[in-house]
């Protein structure tokens, strides 16, 4: 079975700070990893995804995430934050022969001026 | 433009009503799915297809019903909502069949409220 927990249901930062978000993987198969994030009252949009190649992944917006197998990880970051990056984001788990995307429960990302 | 669109986007419904959530992807994809979303649930597979007249189950099938009987078209049916099926619904779809290994494209989300 796969699972994903992120660490930490809210996240707070000022403008131009690092952006850090935790995601942690299970899975007994090779992975495919992903991040969605979703604006105020729109559906979700894929930031970016992990499938086997690069294990550093870039993304849109200034985003990027590190596949890290030893510690089954695959952390969100942002070298600085701007305001129009306060969302919802949820980090989602599958692979290759699989049937469904495994999403965390999501981590809310406020940005402070 | 290429898109998955959700009607209705807000619903309010009594106990027991019949419903249907329609949705439609005009980027001809195999795979279609549907989730909810509840607050510190994340979202959570309901059904999914991988293609026309091929339905499956995801986590929380429950108290709902889907059809393909087109490729672009996946309702979703409420044969009798409960207070328990409140919630935000989004369908999602993918380019082939091993869908989640894709990229999954959302619909705008519905928000059901069932009294």
């Known amino acids: 079975a796969q699972s994903v927990t992120q660490l930490g249901s809210h996240v707070s930062v000022s403008e131009g700070a690092l952006v850090l978000l935790r995601c942690n993987y299970s899975?007994?198969?090779?992975?495919?990893l992903f991040w969605y994030v979703q604006y105020p009252n729109q559906g979700l949009q894929l930031l970016l995804k992990?499938?086997?190649?690069?294990?550093l992944v870039k993304g849109i917006n200034g985003f990027e995430a590190e596949f890290k197998k030893s510690e089954t990880s695959f952390h969100l970051t942002k070298p600085s934050a701007h305001m129009s990056d306060a969302a919802e984001y949820f980090c989602a788990v599958s692979h290759q022969a699989g049937t469904a995307l495994i999403f965390g429960k999501g981590t809310t990302l406020s940005v402070s001026s | 433009e290429a898109q998955v669109t959700q009607n209705p986007r807000y619903l309010i419904t009594v106990t027991g009503k019949k419903l249907t959530v329609t949705c439609s992807q005009n980027?001809?994809?195999?795979?279609m799915s549907w989730y909810r979303q509840d607050p510190g649930l994340g979202l959570r597979q309901i059904y999914y297809?991988?293609?026309?007249?091929?339905?499956d189950k995801g986590d929380v099938p429950e108290g709902y019903k889907v059809s393909r009987k087109e490729k672009r078209n996946f309702p979703l049916i409420l044969e009798s909502p409960s207070p328990n099926q409140t919630s935000l619904y989004f369908c999602a779809s993918s380019p082939s069949d091993r869908g989640p290994y894709n990229e999954q494209f959302f619909g705008p989300g519905t928000r059901l409220t069932v009294l």
């Open positions: 992990y499938t086997s190649a690069a294990t």
């Open positions: 899975s007994s198969v090779p992975p495919y």
């Open positions: 980027m001809n994809h195999e795979y």
């Open positions: 297809s991988m293609n026309v007249e091929v339905t």
